[in-house]
């Protein structure tokens, strides 16, 4: 029973009439573009905070086909979709012509025979910060897409003031002082957008960034640099944060676990309530 009313709050949190009320009209009239390509409704998830679609499933019967490019491989087709549907997530078309995006990893295959390919949100050339899109296709049809990013216009100006090599001197002092590890070797700044709503959720500020990773035998510590003005924006030790999720479903009967439907890094499911207790 209590598993039963988990599930249901999660779907009701997953379809809420504040995400609907958020949609952005560009974003809707996007969404209806790709709804008459999959001939039929999709189910989404639209962020409350920036308007923009997160999740979107489609129908089993319906899923929405990659048309109009000689793409042959899964990524060539992400491409394709996001180029025709990118704006749903608020990925927009560069003046190249292709998606602001870079690809994160090769495409990955599952035992299901389905693809599954990651890009990395970029803005005016610079990647953001845990700003992702992973488009999931079966064969040369799009069946299911996750997605976090920010608004463009978040941010116009990205020419950093405070050097890179200035950011590298404040990541060590940290390091050295309130870490105490003045051992740890640090990684060359790299310039990033950073929003912490995409890593916490609730709405942030973007912020141009210096990304620093700090590293010794037991810490892996994160951290992001203002730009502009030099103050630290975040950092964490990646050891410690470390996620091992797994889902399971138990298929309504009393024989726990069940059967695994997810764990740690895996791609969506599709399953409404799966993909929810997952996030």
């Given at each position: 029973m209590?598993?039963?009313?988990?599930?249901?709050?999660?779907?009701?949190?997953?379809?809420?009439?504040?995400?609907?009320?958020?949609?952005?009209?560009?974003v809707r009239a996007a969404l209806d573009r790709l709804e008459a390509a999959a001939g039929a409704p999709v189910k989404t998830t639209v962020s409350a905070d920036t308007g923009l679609v997160t999740f979107l499933t489609t129908d089993a019967r319906s899923p929405v086909p990659v048309v109009g490019a000689a793409a042959t491989s899964p990524e060539e087709l992400a491409l394709a979709f996001l180029r025709s549907h990118g704006a749903v997530f608020g990925f927009s078309i560069g003046e190249t012509g292709e998606p602001a995006v870079t690809l994160a990893r090769p495409a990955e295959r599952d035992?299901?025979?389905?693809?599954?390919?990651?890009?990395?949100?970029m803005v005016r050339g610079v990647p953001v910060t845990a700003g992702e899109i992973t488009v999931h296709?079966?064969?040369?049809?799009?069946?299911?897409?996750?997605?976090e990013a920010i608004p463009e216009t978040d941010i116009m100006d990205v020419r950093p003031e405070i050097t890179a090599e200035t950011a590298r001197e404040t990541v060590g002092e940290l390091a050295a002082v309130r870490l105490g590890r003045p051992d740890a070797e640090?990684?060359?700044?790299?310039?990033?957008?950073?929003?912490?709503?995409?890593?916490?959720?609730?709405?942030q500020a973007s912020r141009l960034a210096w990304y620093v990773e700090a590293?010794?035998?037991?810490?892996?510590?994160?951290?992001?640099?203002?730009?502009?003005n030099g103050s630290l924006l975040l950092h964490f030790n990646q050891i410690d944060t470390a996620r091992s999720r797994s889902v399971h479903n138990a298929g309504s009967t009393s024989?726990?676990?069940g059967t695994l439907?997810?764990?740690?890094?895996?791609?969506?499911?599709?399953?409404?309530?799966?993909?929810?207790?997952?996030?």
């Open positions: 209590f598993r039963s009313s988990l599930l249901l709050v999660l779907s009701a949190v997953l379809m809420s009439p504040l995400a609907a009320n958020a949609q952005k009209p560009e035992a299901l025979g389905m693809d599954h390919v990651r890009f990395r949100q296709l079966r064969g040369s049809d799009v069946v299911a897409v996750n997605a640090l990684s060359e700044p790299r310039l990033e957008i950073f929003n912490r709503g995409l890593l916490e959720g609730g709405r590293r010794a035998f037991d810490l892996r510590e994160q951290v992001w640099i203002d730009a502009k024989a726990l676990p439907a997810r764990s740690e890094g895996g791609a969506a499911t599709g399953n409404s309530d799966v993909d929810a207790a997952y996030q």
